[in-house]
């Protein structure tokens, strides 16, 4: 496991709670499943901790210091929340239910790894909660491995995704929660119709690319043979350059010719995010981490 915090100047009292803590996130299975980091996981500590005092739904929660703390790297099953004509999706009150089986009235103690505050002054961080019995358990994680949860990162926020990727991975393999219900299905590429009924959603949709072009510095990667009906990906320039500092997307894209991004037809990935349509449907990815690769990327 390669979880690292970078900490600060704090005070004795606080660095030894701090090591405490980060004895504790070494232990074997503190993370549930035992998955090591595919990645190294760079994580920013906090120096005030608080119990939690209530649990808003399954991805945001209240601590007694009063901050509202928003569980950043996944997306549990939304409630209404007073918003009018707004149908609760599957499996809302479960995960609720759940973060607060996990963390009402139990110490948290949150990790940054991107922004911190979102538009509505909400915190944006990573939960470790104490267990009873010693150490400390990631919320995030105890979230997804149930099932009642996806991985839902942003381009500034992205930090710790690929464990969080495997734990929704293994939940979804055994069918547990949310992938046991038809709203959360896997889309196909390839069903166009199906696309557009869930255009405005947050789907997860996995098809083989059948072209790919960088056009002006924006790379298009379409999945039928009408990109004006067919189901598209695209990435805005200023993200692309991004995408050009990981691999396998330095290979496709930091090339001086275009033919770098056609390698990428042929190759299967699962993306994430939000329906859209332009011509066919369309999803805008802003981050590497909302495409996999499916069966690797070789």
């Not at 979880?3 to 549930?32: E, K, M, S, Y």
């Not at 072209?211 to 004006?228: C, K, P």
Request: negative net charge.
């Amino acid at each position: 496991m390669v979880l690292r915090i970078v900490v600060g100047r704090l005070p004795l009292v606080r660095r030894f709670a701090l090591l405490i803590f980060l004895a504790a996130l070494a232990a074997p299975g503190i993370h549930g499943d035992g998955v090591a980091f595919a990645s190294e996981c760079l994580l920013e500590q906090d120096e005030a901790t608080s119990v939690v005092a209530s649990v808003i739904d399954g991805d945001t929660l209240v601590l007694e210091d009063g901050r509202e703390v928003r569980l950043t790297g996944i997306q549990a099953p939304k409630l209404p929340l007073g918003r009018s004509n707004f149908e609760a999706w599957p499996l809302a009150d479960e995960a609720r239910d759940a973060v607060a089986d996990l963390a009402l009235g139990k110490l948290a103690m949150l990790r940054f790894g991107g922004a911190r505050m979102d538009r509505h002054k909400r915190v944006l961080a990573q939960v470790f909660i104490a267990r009873e019995n010693g150490g400390f358990g990631w919320l995030q994680k105890e979230i997804l491995g149930r099932g009642l949860a996806r991985v839902y990162t942003f381009s500034d926020n992205r930090a710790c995704s690929e464990e969080l990727l495997e734990a929704e991975r293994a939940a979804r393999g055994k069918a547990l929660g949310i992938w046991a219900k038809d709203f959360y299905d896997i889309r196909d590429a390839a069903d166009v119709p199906v696309l557009l009924e869930r255009i405005g959603r947050f789907e997860l949709v996995e098809g083989r690319v059948t072209s790919a072009a960088l056009v002006r510095g924006r790379l298009y990667l379409n999945f039928g043979d009408d990109y004006r009906e067919d189901f598209t990906v695209t990435v805005q320039e200023r993200d692309v350059k991004l995408f050009g500092t990981e691999e396998p997307w330095a290979s496709f894209l930091t090339g001086a010719e275009a033919a770098d991004a056609r390698a990428l037809a042929g190759r299967r990935v699962r993306v994430r995010g939000w329906l859209d349509r332009y011509n066919g449907p369309e999803m805008e990815a802003t981050h590497p981490e909302q495409i996999e690769f499916v069966g690797g990327a070789g």
